[in-house]
């Protein structure tokens, strides 16, 4: 039976205000997106009616496919590259140049997105690229690799190669040594590059908002767009939907880390 360490009153106490401006906002919201208040008498009742009127919002509804199309294919397009980076600078020796190299690939994670999404868009413009979905995939994919070099890599960094060493004198070909050893090994790895690819593509704004052209409006930028004309309780609905999806993914996610 494991024992469980005990916890300090103080560290509860200090971790208490955070931990309530965290969650109330959350619950907040959660409360609103089942109440109707009529204008006309003031009373509030609780509805599923902002819930109803969601699904049948046609235009939110291209937005979240937007998301979800550009999120696919640019945290794809991250992982492969990424990943196969990140197993280059991890295998290759010193060689003139890799610290640039290492340097430029976490220049992402610390520059300012609006003098990213300024720089990409004068370099698309540059190029004479139409700005729509294609450059918007583009552009998450600049800033998302970054995190799946990383990652892949920090796991790189504890993989015993005597693995592959053993699977050659067996007489496996170099393909099915990466695919037979190599990528299952790493593939927790992959896989949460992926996810924080996806993520940061689906949430991002900023840059988005640079890139994207006439017609590729985004979850974000459709909020954005209406919360400028006050916060309708179709986007309390829309919230309390995409946190029950996150906390849902991150209950299977972290249950499967535990089991593992």
């Given at each position: 039976m494991k024992v469980l360490p005990k916890?300090?009153?103080?560290?509860?106490f200090a971790a208490l205000p955070g931990f309530l401006i965290l969650i109330l906002p959350l619950v907040l919201l959660v409360i609103r997106s089942f109440i109707f208040k009529d204008l006309a008498s003031g009373e509030s009742t609780w509805t599923i009616e902002w819930y109803h009127r969601l699904f049948q919002n046609e235009v939110l509804g291209l937005a979240v496919?937007?998301?979800l199309w550009i999120g696919f294919w640019s945290s794809a397009i991250s992982t492969f590259l990424?990943?196969?980076?990140?197993?280059?600078l991890a295998r290759s020796g010193p060689f003139r140049g890799k610290s640039l190299i290492e340097s430029l690939i976490q220049l992402p994670l610390v520059l300012?997105?609006?003098?990213?999404g300024l720089s990409l868009l004068i370099?698309?413009?540059f190029l004479s690229l139409t700005l729509g979905t294609f450059s918007v995939v583009l552009a998450h994919v600049t800033f998302s690799v970054s995190y799946v070099i990383l990652t892949v890599r920090a796991r790189l960094e504890g993989f015993d190669r005597s693995l592959e060493d053993a699977a050659r004198d067996l007489g496996a070909?170099?393909?099915?040594?990466?695919?037979?050893?190599t990528l299952p090994l790493i593939m927790p790895a992959v896989i949460s590059g992926a996810l924080?690819?996806?993520?940061?593509?689906?949430?991002?704004?900023?840059i988005t908002f640079f890139v994207s052209g006439v017609g590729t409006d985004t979850l974000p930028l459709r909020v954005y767009s209406m919360i400028r004309f006050g916060?309708?309780?179709?986007?309390?609905?829309?919230?309390?939907?995409?946190?029950?999806?996150?906390?849902v993914l991150a209950g299977f996610g972290f249950k499967k880390s535990v089991a593992g």
């Open positions: 916890v300090s009153l103080g560290a509860v496919t937007s998301s990424g990943t196969f980076a990140a197993l280059s300012p997105e609006i003098v990213m370099w698309f413009v070909t170099s393909f099915q040594v990466f695919t037979r050893v924080m690819a996806f993520t940061l593509s689906f949430d991002d704004f900023l916060v309708s309780p179709e986007l309390n609905a829309l919230s309390t939907v995409l946190l029950g999806v996150t906390v």
